[in-house]
């Protein structure tokens, strides 16, 4: 049976309690039954009343990061139990704002992957280029560096995983990867999880996370390897993410 394809929103720091009650319910009158599996990652201040909007629909609701911790002394974090508190389905983590803003290390996006598994939520682990990167042709060295250090962690239940490339130099500058070149990478990715986890590596949903909006969604989701879509701002349009989720059969 062929897996679903996955489109994840992300809503980034973005959204209020009106703005996100008109977003969804406009979302859930026309969504009816997808041909794929749809979630939105919201602000951590939203999963309430998010878990009440989405409750019994097709949309699953996701975190856009967790600590690696389980609880203790750590201000302002969010654990793994906690966000399932809230039916957390999904967390992204590695996301190239984390890495670029807060620091985040490679084996530090592996440990809150590990974190999010060990309580049944399942890890969105980003990974991509920068523009410098890839003009200097270190893209293939730079995200097989960073899948490395989560299978290296989490090897056990990889194939448990989500698995998003970001090119770092496509998000939110209207640059997309052509077709060809986000599959390419997702190629590359794709043998990297296999070599991890065998025949497991065709049910890993490979996401591409750089600009797909409602005009690029098909061309892109029509390539061998690439499995959904990590949608940033369109999926803070109804009109526009619905479009995207329908172009993922």
């Not at 319910?25 to 979630?39: H, M, N, S, Y």
């Not at 996401?207 to 005009?215: F, T």
Request: overall charge negative; aromatic content about 4%.
């Amino acid at each position: 049976m062929t897996k679903k394809k996955l489109i994840a929103g992300n809503w980034k720091m973005n959204g209020s309690l009106a703005a996100n009650e008109s977003l969804v319910k406009a979302l859930l009158q026309d969504v009816g039954t997808p041909d794929c599996e749809v979630a939105v990652c919201v602000p951590a201040p939203y999963l309430a009343q998010m878990q009440a909007l989405l409750a019994g629909s097709p949309i699953a609701l996701g975190a856009q990061d967790l600590s690696a911790q389980q609880q203790g002394a750590f201000t302002g974090e969010q654990s793994a139990t906690m966000l399932k508190d809230f039916g957390v389905r999904y967390a992204i983590v590695g996301h190239s704002e984390r890495r670029q803003y807060h620091g985040e290390t490679d084996e530090a996006v592996a440990a809150k992957a590990a974190a999010a598994l060990a309580n049944g939520i399942t890890p969105i682990v980003c990974v991509g280029e920068t523009l410098a990167q890839r003009e200097s042709a270190h893209t293939e060295e730079v995200v097989k560096r960073q899948l490395a250090a989560v299978i290296h962690v989490n090897g056990h239940c990889i194939s448990e995983i989500v698995v998003a490339y970001e090119p770092v130099w496509a998000i939110g500058t209207g640059k997309t990867a052509t077709p060809e070149q986000a599959q390419s990478v997702h190629a590359l990715l794709r043998a990297q999880l296999h070599h991890a986890a065998n025949e497991h590596a065709a049910g890993i949903h490979i996401l591409y996370g750089g600009s797909m909006n409602a005009a690029n969604a098909a061309e892109l989701l029509a390539q061998p390897d690439i499995d959904g879509g990590l949608i940033g701002g369109a999926s803070l349009k109804a009109p526009d993410f619905l479009q995207i989720i329908a172009a993922a059969r």
